[in-house]
C-alpha cells in the first residue's frame, strides 16, 4: 500500500488483531491514586465519576488519594487548583471536592507513597494510578504488584502517567516477569495479563526524566521562578485524559470487543499532535520486551480468524 524505493511496506494492522484487556472483578475494586499534582488533580475527576458508575452497575469499589503536598501558589493554574486552597493538602482538597459532588466516600493519605498502604486482599482487584515524578516512588508502585499474575486470587495492575514538557505517555500492566506472561492469550481473543511499564522501561526505576529548564528571572517571585521550570500548561490535563479513557475502557468494557482497552501504552507529542499506541497482540508485546511471541508466549502469533 505503501511504497519506500523498492520494498512494500505493510500498514499496521495491530489494532485491528488486538485483543480487549479482561481484568477479573469477582468481588470489590479498589483504586489508589498516588499524586495529586500536576496530572493527579486533573485525573482525579475522571476516577471519582467512574467509581461512582461501578457502584451503580452494584458493585463494590474504594478509592484513595495520596500525596504528602499542600497546594502552593506555584502550582496554580496548572494544577487543578485555585487560589483559596493554597496551603492546603492537595489530597484532601480533591477528595473533599469530588466525593461531595459524585457521591462517592474517598479516603485520603497524606504521605508519600508506600507499597506497604495496600495489602493484597482475596477477590479484591487493584488498581494503582502513578502519577509520580520520581524513581523511587515508581519502584514502590512496581514493588506492589508481587504475586499479581492473570491468575492470582487479587489482581494488582498499575497505570502509569508520566511527561515531559510537551510529550507525555500512558502504560498500563500487571506482570513483573516474562514467565507471568506466559498464559496472557490462553483464550487468543482475549488477553488476561500485560507487561508492568516498568517491564517494558526499565528505566523508570533509575533515571530522572530529562525536563528542558528555561532560566529564571534574577529577583523573581517564587511563583514566577516555578514556572519558569514548569512544563507546558496543557500536557497534564492530556496525560489524565488519556489515563481516564484507559481506566474507563479496561473497567466498564473490559474484555468487550465493542469498546474494551485494546492498547498497553501510548505516547503522544502536543508540539506536533502526533500520538501512537502499542496494542495487545503478541507480536507488538514480544517485540516491546526484545523478544518473538515464540519464545514469550510458546507461540508464533495470533492470527485473525476469518473473517476479520
Known sequence: MYRTGS??????????????????????L?????????????????IARLAQVFVETGKRVAVTFV???????????????????????????????????????????????DKEMIREQWSVTTILVGCVDNPAARRSLAGALVNSGPYATGQIWWLDCGNWRDNGQVRLGNARTLKELREAFQIDTLCAALPSPALVHPELLTALPDVPRATPTPGGSC???????????????????????????????????????????????????????????????????????????????????PGK
Open 67 to 113: 500525596d504528602p503536598d499542600v497546594v502552593e501558589e506555584a502550582n496554580v493554574p496548572r494544577q487543578n487548583f485555585c487560589a483559596a486552597e493554597i496551603g492546603r493538602f492537595k489530597a484532601e482538597t480533591l477528595a473533599r471536592r469530588y466525593s461531595g459532588v459524585w457521591g462517592i466516600p474517598i479516603a485520603t493519605i497524606t504521605e508519600r507513597w
Open 223 to 305: 511563583a514566577q521562578m516555578a514556572r519558569a521550570y514548569a512544563q507546558s500548561l496543557m500536557i497534564n490535563q492530556r496525560v489524565a485524559s488519556e489515563a481516564a479513557d484507559y481506566l474507563a475502557r479496561l473497567l466498564m468494557a473490559s474484555g468487550s470487543r465493542g469498546g474494551g482497552l485494546c492498547r498497553f501504552a501510548t505516547y503522544f507529542d502536543l508540539a506536533s499532535g502526533s500520538a501512537r499506541s502499542l496494542h495487545t497482540t503478541p507480536e507488538t508485546i514480544a517485540a516491546a520486551l526484545h523478544t518473538t511471541p515464540a519464545k514469550l508466549f510458546g507461540r508464533k502469533s495470533m492470527r485473525p480468524s
Open 30 to 46: 479498589q483504586i489508589f491514586l498516588a499524586g495529586c499534582g500536576g496530572t493527579g488533580s486533573w485525573l482525579a475527576p475522571s
Open 7 to 28: 520494498a512494500a511496506q505493510q500498514p499496521d494492522l495491530s489494532f485491528v488483531r488486538a485483543a480487549p484487556v479482561v481484568i477479573s472483578i469477582r468481588g470489590a
